[in-house]
């Protein structure tokens, strides 16, 4: 199971990259016995375990040569955060688990502390590849005129310029705290970067501590004057360490290290089963307030720190050695994104993408005439974003458009969708937003939108008590000569400009009444908890989600069991329900051929031996994060597409608010096929699932002959010819009249 721990991900047990099967493979296994003979060699695959194996993908792409030297620095930093968020809240989740005496957790039942110790293990080998690629990337830098310098290696003019800065902008902001008896040691804030010091103090060689929070407004990473074609940096740690004995004059310096410590950044709170939201905002408000004050569950410290100094820290965060990494520096990686930025170098970037704007939705009345003739899908970032934007911005100023309802779980900070949702209040017009407060790290943000809504005269509404709303929704209602008509919108990803420039999403703007429709019935359910609804075919967990995908693997089953074309595909970012896995691992044992693309965490063990032949699972981990949602099954020859914003997670399907569409119109199934097809067949991204969770790469990285998908798409959104072609995943199901069309379409 530790496989991570051990080498990188994908080294053995591999599946064949580019071959499919030449036809479903079937055993005569009952689907019980083969559930019972995996038992011991648990038929699932941690999650934890399977999250730490994507946060590999993602550090092998900053390992990977055939990318631009500065993104890999920017997957390196990704790396760096995504364990962060990881120690904040499931590693946070799981020592609450060991110290509660529990015996075993997670889908795989593995006992808690043999757990806690893999995970720990496999992050404390992650931790060390991540730093062996910073050395190597910046030696690399190097040979670009790019130097990352220690203080003792500054030139002259280099350190008087440092000397100059620490005292003019550095020294005023730091505050030195020397531990003593009337100076206990400081709260430090989670991952707030911090340099500890042992010095001399006074005679006997008796021994101080001394503690300095350096504040976020200082920069991490300080430029150093260029000179000529080369560029200079140095961290703002080494700077601090460098002039402590001005900060703690008097007291010579023994030793300084940089450190950094995470915290338990769970929310806690109690809902109240009473109709005030008020109650849930100000709840949500007052664990804001108390996340800082989260119990420490990692200690990162420079590694040359002595046993010493690293004791003296480990005692008063009260946390064992396990919890304490040993790193390079800087000890937060995610700071050399800054690098990105200040090296000016566009050689060392990808190259500048413009997404395509799509045709027939430049001026506002286009938008109402097109969606009346036909729906349309955008494929992001590829396609560009603005149509949403210009769609609400639309509605918020048509005069015959009489209300907007909308959802809202994360945005951007100035984000226009949110200020047109304002400008439509003040005009009069009815505008309902369902509010997500708890959309984890953007909490505070949302309640700051929710504020200025209220202000304005729009309706919030905090949702269902004990369900994050998390759907992607807008509905807008308009007055026409043909009486009251309904538009919508529906996305895989959030109503947030930024990052769907990002990440992989799909959009659905639509005028079909059967879809509109079910989306009103949504945001009746949303507002007044509505009972009695049907959904007019769309799932919405928690209501119908899972039984309409329950329902559509039996119908699969059914059909491959009478000879019937069968089949399902698949792209989301995480698998993880039981239910819905052992129904997966049935259909294959049926004959059902079940081809899943996940992005992230995969409890399912694909291709095992009388358990799930049929099933083969692969992961793209490239340029743009792979965010949508689709769930297609073969349906005898008419396949159902199923687009939204759930994943078959155990969270979305049964404790979320989440909504799958079917997409009716032929044309837009079929092109969904299409954007499947690339992504089954691509090989430079890809890495495939092995039985055992380890994953391997389809290609050798640097191959020039690789095939991306995601660089396939940047190619057909420009107009490129020529590009290589792809067979449909179902034959019966037909492939795109013209894959190179118009993008809307």
Not at 6 to 33: D, I, V
Not at 115 to 130: C, G, R, W
Not at 314 to 331: Q, W
């Amino acid at each position: 199971m530790n496989g991570e721990s051990e080498k990188p991900a994908g080294e053995e047990n591999a599946l064949p990259a580019a071959e499919e099967p030449s036809e479903p493979r079937q055993t005569p296994t009952e689907p019980a016995m083969a559930l019972d003979a995996y038992a011991g060699n648990r038929i699932f695959i941690d999650r934890e375990l399977s999250w730490l194996a994507f946060n590999r993908r993602v550090l092998e792409e900053a390992q990977d040569p055939a990318i631009p030297l500065l993104e890999r620095l920017k997957f390196l930093g990704i790396v760096g955060s995504n364990l962060d968020e990881f120690f904040e809240v499931r590693v946070a989740a799981l020592l609450q688990k060991v110290e509660a005496g529990l015996d075993v957790d997670g889908i795989a039942q593995i006992d808690a502390k043999e757990k806690l110790a893999l995970v720990l293990e496999a992050s404390q080998t992650m931790v060390h590849d991540q730093y062996l690629c910073w050395r190597n990337l910046r030696n690399a830098l190097k040979q670009e005129g790019v130097f990352v310098k220690k203080i003792r290696d500054l030139d002259p003019s280099e350190a008087a310029f440092v000397s100059d800065y620490f005292h003019r902008e550095v020294y005023h902001l730091l505050t030195p705290i020397k531990v003593d008896p009337s100076h206990p040691f400081p709260w430090v804030v989670n991952k707030a970067l911090c340099v500890a010091f042992l010095m001399k103090d006074g005679g006997r060689g008796r021994e101080g501590l001394g503690v300095v929070s350096v504040p976020r407004s200082l920069p991490r990473v300080v430029a150093l004057p260029q000179g000529g074609s080369t560029y200079g940096f140095v961290f703002i740690s080494d700077i601090v360490r460098h002039f402590a004995e001005e900060l703690f004059k008097g007291y010579p310096i023994r030793e300084g290290s940089s450190f950094r410590v995470t915290r338990n950044s769970n929310l806690y709170m109690e809902e109240d089963d009473g109709d005030e939201a008020e109650n849930l905002l100000e709840s949500v408000e007052e664990s804001l307030r108390n996340r800082r004050k989260g119990d420490v569950v990692r200690l990162e410290i420079d590694e040359d720190a002595s046993p010493r100094l690293t004791q003296l820290l480990m005692s008063n965060f009260d946390i064992d050695a396990t919890l304490v990494f040993r790193v390079g520096k800087p000890v937060n990686l995610n700071r050399i994104y800054a690098l990105y930025g200040l090296i000016p170098l566009p050689h060392m970037k990808y190259a500048n993408f413009i997404p395509a704007q799509p045709q027939g939705l430049d001026e506002p009345e286009d938008i109402f005439e097109r969606l009346r003739s036909r729906d349309v899908l955008l494929h992001h970032p590829f396609e560009s974003f603005d149509p949403v934007v210009r769609f609400i911005e639309t509605v918020a100023r048509d005069p015959q458009v009489l209300a907007i309802k909308t959802t809202l779980y994360r945005t951007s900070a100035n984000s226009p969708i949110m200020f047109a949702l304002m400008e439509a209040a003040q005009r009069g017009k009815e505008v309902v937003v369902v509010v997500e407060l708890k959309a984890r790290f953007d909490e505070q943000s949302n309640i700051h939108w929710a504020r200025r809504l209220e202000e304005r005269g729009g309706t919030v509404v905090y949702g269902l008590v004990g369900l994050k709303t998390h759907c992607k929704l807008a509905l807008v209602i308009r007055k026409e000569e043909s009486g009251i008509r309904r538009y919508a919108h529906i996305g895989t990803g959030n109503y947030n400009p930024d990052t769907a420039r990002l990440y992989t999403d799909l959009s659905l703007m639509t005028g079909e009444p059967s879809l509109t429709e079910g989306v009103s019935e949504v945001f009746n359910f949303l507002t007044a908890n509505a009972r009695d609804i049907g959904f007019r075919g769309l799932w919405v967990s928690p209501r119908t989600f899972l039984t309409g995908t329950l329902e559509a693997i039996q119908r699969e089953r059914a059909n491959a069991r009478n000879g019937l074309p069968s089949g399902i595909v698949a792209k989301f970012n995480a698998l993880l329900d039981k239910e819905v896995i052992e129904a997966l691992y049935q259909a294959s044992q049926d004959g059902v051929e079940i081809r899943l693309i996940v992005r992230g965490i995969c409890s399912l063990r694909p291709g095992a031996p009388g358990l799930s032949e049929n099933i083969r699972v692969k992961s793209v981990v490239g340029r743009y994060l792979e965010h949508s949602r689709i769930y297609c099954f073969r349906n005898g020859g008419d396949p159902q597409v199923m687009i939204g914003s759930g994943d078959w997670m155990v969270r979305n399907l049964r404790e979320r608010v989440e909504v799958m569409v079917p997409v009716n119109d032929p044309r837009l199934r079929r092109r969904i096929l299409h954007i499947l097809s690339v992504y089954w067949h691509e090989e430079g991204d890809t890495r495939w699932m092995g039985h055992d969770g380890r994953y391997q790469r389809a290609s050798k990285p640097g191959s020039r002959h690789r095939i991306r998908a995601q660089e396939w798409f940047m190619r057909q959104a420009a107009g490129a010819d020529n590009l290589p072609t792809f067979p449909p995943l179902w034959e019966d199901a037909g492939i795109p009249e013209a894959p190179n069309t118009a993008p809307g379409g």
